[in-house]
């Protein structure tokens, strides 16, 4: 049998029991010039509900979102045919040494302790890495693919 595509409007506790467990997503920055930049991205949900990327700043993504800090993001499952949702919000970007204690809650959201914190921290600083921090303003509903419900015949 087909399977039906679903679109399930969620509240915001739902919305980030859906996020949590899941790490990969599309993140959509804007070009100068209006563009769509899209990146895949690594994400993790810290504890006031913001979805957080570890990244460096000379990326674009860091770029676009210093100027234009409207973004996008469609989390996806790790079975692509799996439900997925598209959150719009505001992206604040870090820098050393603001963002080592976020990349430390980046982590700790993801694969949780580090067996060596002060490794981990070192790592973060020898890089030079950032933090996106992006502030759910609205989101989809979580949605999967198929055909519509009227072409699927019981």
Not at 2 to 27: C, E, G, K, Q, S
Not at 70 to 82: I, M, N, R, T
Not at 110 to 139: C, F, N
Request: net charge neutral; aromatic share 8%.
């Amino acid at each position: 049998m087909p399977r039906t595509a679903t679109a399930d409007r969620v509240d915001r506790a739902a919305l980030l029991d859906f996020l949590r467990p899941r790490h990969r997503a599309v993140l959509l920055t804007r070009r100068r010039e209006g563009g769509a930049q899209l990146s895949p991205v690594t994400y993790g949900v810290d504890a006031e509900g913001r979805v957080v990327v570890s990244t460096y700043p000379q990326r674009a993504k860091v770029r676009n979102a210093r100027r234009d800090p409207a973004v996008s993001l469609c989390a996806l499952s790790d079975d692509f045919e799996g439900p997925w949702v598209q959150v719009d919000g505001r992206a604040e970007v870090l820098d050393l040494p603001e963002a080592l204690e976020p990349l430390v809650e980046y982590f700790r959201s993801i694969s949780g302790e580090h067996p060596d914190w002060a490794e981990y921290r070192a790592a973060m600083l020898r890089q030079g890495k950032s933090l996106l921090r992006i502030t759910v303003d609205s989101w989809g509903p979580v949605a999967t693919g198929g055909f519509p419900p009227e072409l699927v015949q019981d």
